[in-house]
């Protein structure tokens, strides 16, 4: 098992959160293929966009339903500076996490984090599990409490 999958299951199980990890058949990279494989609406998929603030230069995270998209403005103004892109290395230096599994939860250093409104709408979401083929499905109000992220509008 990678040591990023046994970060998100450990701070699932930390949180007294079920461990209810799953091992997808395909790649679940983006949020229409983890949707796919979880069978569920494309907004059940917390995404995890990460940006890198240009003041502090650390890695910001946004949460947002699978069929949104952040939007830069207003992400800037919830996050208190400007944002940039967040190149791999910076990524993983910061939350121990590969693009293309970057999980909500389990980071290795301390994110900042803001969740998409949207989310709240359903039951269960599902989210990456800290590789491209893990997902976990979890209550998002859960999420919410377990990323430390704060509920915000951010999406266009």
């Known amino acids: 098992m990678s040591k990023s999958l046994k970060r998100v299951r ?7 959160i079920a461990d209810e990890v799953l091992e997808m ?6 949020a229409a293929q983890a949707a796919a494989a979880a069978g569920c609406e494309i907004d059940q998929i917390a995404k995890s966009i990460i940006f890198r603030g240009e003041a502090g230069g650390h890695v910001i995270l946004f949460i947002t339903a699978g069929g949104n998209q952040v939007a830069p403005e207003k992400a800037s103004a919830m996050a208190g500076e400007p944002l940039g892109k967040a190149d791999a290395d910076l990524i993983r230096r910061e939350t121990g996490f590969a ?29 990456a599990a800290g590789t491209p083929r893990h997902i976990f499905p979890i209550a998002p109000q859960d999420l919410l409490r377990i990323s430390g992220a704060q509920l915000s509008d951010f999406t266009s």
Do not use: C, N
């Open 10 to 16: 450990a701070a699932l199980t930390a949180a007294g």
């Open 99 to 127: 693009i293309g599994g970057v999980a909500p939860i389990g980071h290795i250093t301390h994110t900042r984090g803001f969740f998409d409104p949207r989310l709240m709408e359903f039951d269960r979401i599902w989210a």
């Open 25 to 30: 058949p395909s790649e679940t990279r983006t």
